[in-house]
Structure formats: C-alpha cells, structure tokens
C-alpha cells in the first residue's frame, strides 16, 4: 500500500477543483486485500480424484462421456483404457497452461491450509499423460509390435492428415453443420453475438488454412490465402474414403483373429493408441455427422444433421459404409470397451 | 486431344522441380502412352485452379490439380492406353485390399510428413534456397515471374514445416528482424550475429566462439538428422516395387527431391546416403526405369497462351496485387470464391449467390463519399490562412471623387 503513496502525493501536487476535493476528503482511498478466488476454483482445482480438462458441455463432463474434440477424446479414451480413475471437467484452450486441451491435474485433495491451488502439483500435457498413468497405478495400453511400428505411423497418417482435414471441413466449413459448430464450440466461449461472430470468422478461417496447407504444400499465393473457397473438398472427402477404406482394410486383414468380431488393429489383443486414434475420429462422425447405429432405432440427432442434407453422403455414413462396416464394429467395441454401461446416447 | 499436364519446369537433372509435379509426370510417364499427354511448364497463376500439378483433359473438360485428384481422375476415366500396373482393379480379394490399403497409408504418410522434411531441406534452409532452389525457380519462369512466385511458394512450404520447430534455419528471417533475437535466444553466450560474421572471408575474427561459426544447419544437426530419421525409418523399409503406381510414382517424387539436388547444406542427402542406401538406389533405379529416355525425351509441349506478353503480365500484376498487406488478402479471398463460382456454375451446380453487386456498390458508395471529400477538404482555405482580409483600397483617380472624374476624363467620355 506503501508504493501508492508517490502516486497520491502526485495528485496533491495537481490542482484537483475544490468541489472533487471535498468528495475526496469525506470518501478517503481505501485499498482492499486482493480477493480470494472464487469458491467454484476449489472445485476446479481440487479433488480427490486427478482432473482432465477436456472440451466438453457440464452435463458430459459430470457423467464422464467422451468429448466432442477428437485430440480430447483420445487421450479420455487412452485414460480409460488404462484404469486411472479421473473426472472430466469442461474447459477450453485458454485455460491451458500448453495452450491446447487435454491436460490433467493430479490428485489435490482441497484442505483448509492450502487454499492455494497453485501450491500442487503442476499440471500433466497430453504426451505424459500415460506416463502418470502408470506411475499411479493404471494399465498402460499394450504396445504395437515392433515389426508393425512403422505400418502404424503410416497409417496414423492418414487418420492425422485425412480424416482430420474431412473432420476440419465438415465442422467448420460446411454450413450444414454450423449450428453443430456453433453450439459445441462457440456458444459455451461467450454470450455476446459479436464477440461468437468473430470467433466464428477466426475458426472457420484457421481451419481452412489447416486443410489448406496439410493437403498440399507447394500452393500458390492466391490458394494458400484464398480462405474457405480454396479447399477443395471433393478431394478432402474423397481422400477421407479412400482413408476409411484403407482403415477398415486394415482391421479386417491385420489379424488372424478366429472370432471374426473381437479385433483390434494390428492384432493386438487390447485396444492400443492406435485404436484410441481411429475411434476419436469415427465415433465423433458417427455421433455427429449422421450415421448412427445400425440396429438402434437411433433417435433423430438434435444437431443440423437432420435438416437438409440427407441426400448428401455424411462423414457418418461413410465410416458405416467403409469396407464391410468393420469401422463401426470397431467403434461399438471401443465404446464398451472403454464407456461400459454406456448405452451410447445418454445425452442431455 | 491430348491429356495436357501443367507442371513446373524441370531442375536438379529431374523433370520438375516440384515433388508432386515428379510424382504426376512419372505416373502418367509409366501409365500412358506419350502420344496421348502432353507437359506443360507453367506456375500456378498460370492454371485456373491456382495449383500444380493441374491436369486439363479435353474429353470432359475438366480442370484436375493436385496429385491425389489427378490420380483418382485417371482411374475413372482411363484412357485407351491407360494401364496402371499392379493396380487393383479386383480389389475384393483381401490381399489387394492390403496392398491398396497399404498404398494409401503411405501415400498419405508421404504427403503430410515427407513434405514438411523436403521443405527443410529446399526453402526454409536459407543457404540451400538462395543457392539451389531459388535459381532453378528462376530457370523456368519467364522474366517478371521469378520476382512473385518464388517468395510465394516459399512461405506457403515454410508454414507446412512451421510444426517441425526449425525455423532457425532461415536466416534470412534472423536477419531483417533485429539481430539481438538470436543473443537473447542463446542465453548468457553471446553469439556473434551471421551477417557480421563475414563468411568465407578467411580468417575468423579474434574471440569469436566456435558456436557463432557454426552454420544453423549444424547446430540443429542432430534435431534434423532425427526428424529425417522419423520419416525415413517409416519409409526405408517399404517393399516400393511392391506397391502400387500411384504411391510409388509419390515416394519418387519425395526421395528423388532429397537424394539428388546439390544443395550446400546437403545434410538431408547424407542422411540417406550413409544410413538409407536403399531409398537412394530406389531412386536411381525408378531413374532408370521411367526416365531412361533423359528429360527431353518426354513430351514437353510450350504454353503459348500462357506464355504471351499479356498472360505473363495479367500473371505478374496478380502476383504483386497479393503482396499488397491487407488488401491483397481480401483480394485474394474475392478471386478464388469468384474463380470457385464459375467453375461450379461451368459444372451445372448450384451456387451460393455473388457479392460482387454488393461489393461494386460498396466500393461505388466508398468512392463517392471520398471525392466528395477531397473535393470538400479543397475547398477549404489553407490551414493559419486569415479568414477575411482588409486592404487599403489603392489610391487611384476614380477614388478621389468629382475631381479625380474631371481628372481622369471619365466624365467626358474619353
């Protein structure tokens, strides 16, 4: 309090008008402690149980259900494939300590002593996320064999640059499915109409330089910042199918499996990143982008889907449609596999 | 008519300059008779689809470009020559399944980690641009082009490889931005700035550290040498001949671009030669086996339209007008959704409405509102000019009343 002395002698040195002096005399300057933080931050931070921030709505979180970020929903899937007990809490970008979700705070049981919530444990990004896993007593996912290793980055590649870039398209590009957009990532960022606007205007431009500059990139000046209208999407939702193809293909000819139904990828006898991989992208088509289980008389999806483009083939039924269905058998194991109990559709 | 291939020219003792452009011009090379395509240097302003490799084929007059859709282009509609060997065409039986599978993984592997890595080598290295890369762009574009398109392709490669983390090779960015960047970056030892190094003048100035003389290329050697290895152990040991055309003719495209450019800073080439022979001699031998015939020999056909005065200058203009800072960017956006409209609209579908009225409008209100201006802020006086001024009137004879008439003879009409 000290140091805002100079300040206020500065002021005296100024000639203040009698009137606003007087005001000033009856109401003296008064400095307030800082504040303790809110009382929802001790939820936040603390818990029994470690936390993973992840891009999700209140109700999803609270229950546990996957996200609807593909990078999310990975690393939730690896998590509970390995056993660690956690929470989920929504949360975006900014909160991020790397600037990207999902990261996960440890375990901090809330005390009366350490109010501080920066006094814990610091925060876990994605990439040691399984290494915490197992240090506090989880599962690690089996590895893929080392023979298989270098198959498998190459097909990663094409769930990273394919699927993503069809991903990117349909949720951001794609006006049939801004209303999804605007109600899973720019309604929950903020309330006012300008301020969601120019969010709209920001993500809709980075997604398509993302597409833009993965697909290919040796562009020109006017392609590389021509903005949606440059991407090409013929040839980003036909590489996505020829991706799907090359993925069923995979799952359906990788192992020797004699049960026909209970395969992973690479003949790997549980689910391993790779299946984490695969699924955050083909659950979130299916959940999204029309295409839903085959045999459940699926209730109509709130979102955009139902409106007008059922003519059009959607990301959803193209993984459905992908080889012999093997994608959506694969995505209805992991969900038991890694949401048991969860028949799939509990949302609020 | 003949298929027409627009691709950039041909350097580095290849015949383009450009990977997927290699990629296309050797699967066409091996899949269809030479009689029956035609290839075009050129650059993307040159192609209506603002993108190489483009292909035109006159039988459904369509505009194809990048590698990925040219290739699915000519699988669907296949010329009387085409034959594409060991493609799968029954591919319901499981091992073709694979095999196709499997050219798709790698493929798309190629395009989104061996393009970032080639991009390293060729145009963010500033010492391998400004030396190797630069001057073979130079070499196939007509006079005005070199100045817009190279510095163009170069930012779009340097944000495909901004994820790798290497922009320390660019020098260049070092250099026009302030040179305490770099000493602040390096902690307590003070590096001596490269461009008051004077490199290759002898002797190294007295108490220069050896890390200052140090190329950026090898102090980052052992981070490159790793993101090499990353993409090359994935692809080393991949049976190519094995696999199909089209992932073949790509992976070509990629390690040909790497193995053979002399380059100064060659460190992507050593990385192949000493740990990944095999890919070199893959590379050597697909030479041998597409392109035995040397360069000349495939069917170059010169762009005549493309080429005139007025195509180079409309090219030129373009190329300046998307420098211009923000404008150039709404420009660009306008041009590319208007070139989108037609093209649909060429193709019978149905297009969201254009804005262009509105926009001429605008621009028409804005002119006006701006003339009107300048012509209002003209007619205002000077700034510190008086507003009104008094003279003393002149003493003349017409002021001095009935004398000055008798004077002055006015009154007598004279």
Same mark, same amino acid.
Request: proline fraction near 7%; hydrophobic fraction near 40%.
């Given at each position: 309090?000290?140091?805002?002395?100079?300040?206020?002698?500065?002021?005296?040195?100024?000639?203040?008008?009698?009137?606003?002096?007087?005001?000033?005399?009856?109401?003296?300057?008064?400095?307030?402690?800082?504040?303790?933080?809110?009382?929802?931050?001790?939820?936040?931070?603390?818990?029994?149980?470690?936390?993973?921030?992840?891009?999700?709505?209140?109700?999803?979180?609270?229950?546990?259900?996957?996200?609807?970020?593909?990078?999310?929903?990975?690393?939730?899937?690896?998590?509970?494939?390995?056993?660690?007990? %956690?929470?989920?809490?929504?949360?975006?970008?900014?909160?991020?300590? *790397?600037?990207?979700?999902?990261?996960?705070?440890?375990?901090?049981?809330?005390?009366?002593?350490?109010?501080?919530?920066?006094?814990?444990?610091?925060?876990?990004?994605?990439?040691?996320?399984?290494?915490?896993?197992?240090?506090?007593?989880?599962?690690?996912?089996?590895?893929?064999?080392?023979?298989?290793?270098?198959?498998?980055?190459?097909?990663?590649?094409?769930?990273?640059?394919?699927?993503?870039?069809?991903?990117?398209?349909?949720?951001?590009?794609?006006?049939?499915?801004?209303?999804?957009?605007?109600?899973?990532?720019?309604?929950?960022?903020?309330?006012?109409?300008?301020?969601?606007?120019?969010?709209?205007?920001?993500?809709?431009?980075?997604?398509?330089?993302?597409?833009? *500059?993965?697909?290919?990139?040796?562009?020109?000046?006017?392609?590389?910042?021509?903005?949606?209208?440059?991407?090409?999407?013929?040839?980003?939702?036909?590489?996505?199918?020829?991706?799907?193809?090359?993925?069923?293909?995979?799952?359906?000819?990788?192992?020797?499996?004699?049960?026909?139904?209970?395969?992973?990828?690479?003949?790997?006898?549980?689910? *391993?990143?790779? /299946?984490?991989?695969? %699924?955050?992208?083909?659950?979130?088509?299916?959940?999204?982008?029309?295409?839903?289980?085959?045999?459940?008389?699926?209730?109509?999806?709130?979102?955009?889907?139902?409106?007008?483009?059922?003519?059009?083939?959607?990301?959803?039924?193209?993984?459905? /449609?992908?080889?012999?269905?093997?994608?959506?058998?694969?995505?209805?194991?992991?969900?038991?596999?890694?949401?048991?109990?969860?028949?799939?559709?509990?949302?609020? | 008519?003949?298929?027409?291939?627009?691709?950039? +020219?041909?350097?580095?003792?290849?015949?383009?300059?450009?990977?997927?452009?290699?990629?296309?011009?050797?699967?066409?090379?091996?899949?269809?008779?030479?009689?029956?395509?035609? &290839?075009?240097?050129?650059?993307?302003?040159?192609?209506?689809?603002?993108?190489?490799? !483009?292909?035109?084929?006159?039988?459904?007059?369509?505009?194809?470009?990048?590698?990925?859709?040219?290739?699915?282009? &000519?699988?669907?509609?296949?010329?009387?020559?085409?034959?594409?060997?060991?493609? $799968?065409?029954?591919?319901?039986?499981?091992? !073709?399944?694979?095999?196709? !599978?499997?050219?798709?993984?790698?493929?798309?592997?190629?395009?989104?980690?061996?393009?970032?890595?080639? !991009?390293?080598?060729?145009?963010?290295? $500033?010492?391998?641009?400004?030396?190797?890369?630069?001057?073979?762009?130079?070499?196939?574009?007509?006079?005005?082009?070199?100045?817009?398109?190279?510095?163009?392709?170069? @930012?779009?490669? #340097?944000?495909?490889?901004?994820?790798?983390?290497?922009?320390?090779?660019?020098?260049?960015?070092?250099?026009?931005?302030?040179?305490?960047?770099? #000493?602040?970056?390096?902690?307590?030892?003070?590096?001596?700035?490269?461009?008051?190094?004077?490199?290759?003048?002898?002797?190294?100035?007295?108490?220069?550290?050896?890390?200052?003389?140090?190329?950026?290329?090898?102090?980052?050697?052992?981070?490159?040498? +790793?993101?090499?290895?990353?993409?090359?152990?994935?692809?080393?040991?991949? =049976?190519?001949?094995?696999?199909?055309?089209?992932?073949?003719?790509?992976?070509?495209?990629?390690?040909?671009?790497? @193995?053979?450019?002399?380059?100064?800073?060659?460190?992507?080439?050593?990385?192949?030669?000493?740990?990944?022979?095999?890919?070199?001699?893959?590379?050597?031998?697909?030479?041998?086996?597409?392109?035995?015939?040397?360069?000349?020999?495939?069917?170059?056909?010169?762009? #005549?339209?493309?080429?005139?005065?007025?195509?180079?200058?409309?090219?030129?203009?373009?190329?300046?007008?998307?420098?211009?800072?923000?404008? +150039?960017?709404?420009?660009? #956006?306008?041009?590319?959704?208007?070139?989108?409209?037609?093209?649909?609209?060429?193709?019978?579908?149905?297009?969201?409405?254009?804005? =262009?009225?509105?926009?001429?409008?605008?621009?028409?209100?804005?002119?006006?509102?701006?003339?009107? +201006?300048?012509?209002?802020?003209?007619? &205002?006086?000077?700034?510190? @000019?008086?507003?009104?001024?008094?003279?003393?009137?002149?003493?003349?004879?017409?002021?001095?009343?009935?004398?000055?008439?008798?004077?002055?003879?006015?009154?007598?009409?004279?």
């Amino acid at each position: 309090m000290s140091s805002t002395r100079p300040s206020a002698a500065g002021w005296r040195a100024m000639q203040v008008p009698r009137p606003l002096q007087r005001l000033f005399d009856r109401f003296p300057l008064l400095m307030y402690d800082a504040n303790e933080l809110p009382a929802r931050s001790q939820h936040l931070t603390s818990g029994e149980l470690p936390t993973l921030y992840i891009f999700s709505t209140d109700e999803d979180a609270r229950l546990g259900l996957p996200s609807f970020n593909p990078g999310c929903l990975k690393w939730q899937t690896l998590l509970r494939l390995s056993n660690l007990r %956690f929470r989920t809490l929504p949360s975006t970008n900014h909160a991020s300590p *790397t600037g990207s979700l999902p990261f996960l705070l440890p375990a901090r049981p809330s005390s009366p002593t350490s109010s501080s919530p920066s006094a814990a444990a610091g925060p876990i990004p994605a990439d040691k996320l399984l290494r915490y896993a197992q240090q506090h007593g989880g599962v690690i996912p089996p590895e893929i064999p080392d023979h298989e290793t270098n198959r498998a980055q190459a097909y990663l590649a094409l769930v990273t640059l394919h699927l993503r870039n069809a991903w990117l398209h349909a949720l951001y590009l794609d006006p049939a499915h801004s209303e999804l957009l605007q109600k899973l990532y720019i309604a929950p960022a903020s309330s006012s109409g300008g301020v969601q606007a120019a969010l709209a205007w920001q993500l809709r431009r980075a997604a398509a330089e993302q597409i833009v *500059t993965s697909s290919s990139s040796s562009n020109g000046k006017l392609v590389s910042s021509g903005g949606a209208d440059a991407v090409d999407e013929e040839s980003v939702y036909a590489a996505a199918g020829e991706a799907l193809e090359a993925l069923a293909a995979l799952l359906a000819g990788g192992t020797r499996g004699e049960e026909g139904e209970d395969r992973w990828f690479f003949g790997v006898e549980r689910p *391993t990143w790779f /299946d984490a991989a695969v %699924f955050s992208y083909t659950h979130l088509m299916m959940e999204f982008m029309g295409g839903d289980d085959e045999e459940e008389e699926a209730p109509p999806p709130q979102q955009g889907a139902k409106t007008k483009i059922k003519a059009k083939t959607t990301l959803g039924t193209m993984v459905q /449609d992908a080889g012999t269905g093997e994608l959506a058998r694969h995505r209805r194991r992991m969900l038991e596999t890694a949401w048991p109990g969860w028949d799939g559709r509990t949302r609020a | 008519m003949a298929l027409q291939l627009y691709v950039w +020219g041909p350097a580095f003792g290849l015949p383009s300059l450009d990977a997927e452009c290699l990629a296309a011009i050797a699967y066409l090379a091996q899949t269809t008779n030479p009689a029956e395509y035609e &290839l075009i240097q050129s650059s993307p302003s040159g192609v209506p689809t603002q993108h190489l490799p !483009a292909l035109y084929n006159p039988s459904t007059s369509t505009w194809t470009s990048g590698y990925f859709a040219i290739t699915r282009h &000519l699988s669907f509609h296949p010329l009387p020559s085409f034959h594409s060997s060991s493609s $799968s065409s029954s591919s319901t039986t499981p091992t !073709a399944r694979k095999a196709a !599978a499997d050219s798709s993984a790698y493929t798309a592997f190629l395009t989104a980690h061996a393009a970032p890595l080639l !991009a390293l080598s060729l145009y963010v290295s $500033s010492a391998n641009y400004s030396a190797a890369t630069r001057p073979a762009y130079s070499a196939v574009l007509p006079l005005p082009l070199p100045w817009t398109e190279p510095p163009a392709v170069r @930012a779009a490669q #340097r944000r495909a490889a901004a994820h790798l983390g290497m922009s320390a090779l660019d020098t260049d960015a070092d250099r026009s931005s302030s040179g305490g960047e770099e #000493r602040e970056e390096a902690g307590w030892v003070a590096v001596p700035s490269r461009s008051s190094l004077g490199i290759g003048k002898g002797k190294p100035r007295m108490g220069m550290s050896v890390q200052g003389m140090l190329a950026p290329e090898d102090k980052a050697r052992i981070r490159l040498e +790793g993101l090499a290895s990353d993409v090359l152990d994935v692809l080393a040991p991949v =049976d190519w001949d094995g696999q199909d055309v089209a992932a073949r003719c790509l992976a070509f495209g990629y390690l040909a671009l790497m @193995a053979l450019p002399e380059v100064p800073r060659p460190w992507l080439r050593e990385v192949i030669e000493r740990r990944y022979q095999a890919l070199g001699k893959f590379v050597e031998r697909f030479i041998g086996d597409v392109f035995a015939g040397g360069i000349q020999a495939l069917p170059w056909v010169q762009d #005549r339209e493309g080429m005139s005065v007025v195509g180079v200058g409309a090219r030129f203009a373009r190329g300046v007008l998307a420098e211009v800072p923000w404008f +150039g960017e709404q420009w660009c #956006r306008w041009w590319v959704a208007r070139k989108k409209r037609q093209e649909r609209k060429g193709r019978g579908l149905k297009t969201g409405p254009s804005g =262009d009225l509105l926009l001429v409008s605008w621009l028409g209100c804005t002119l006006i509102a701006m003339s009107a +201006g300048i012509f209002f802020y003209r007619g &205002l006086p000077p700034f510190g @000019a008086a507003v009104q001024t008094w003279r003393r009137p002149a003493a003349m004879l017409s002021t001095l009343g009935a004398a000055g008439a008798l004077f002055s003879g006015t009154l007598y009409g004279l």
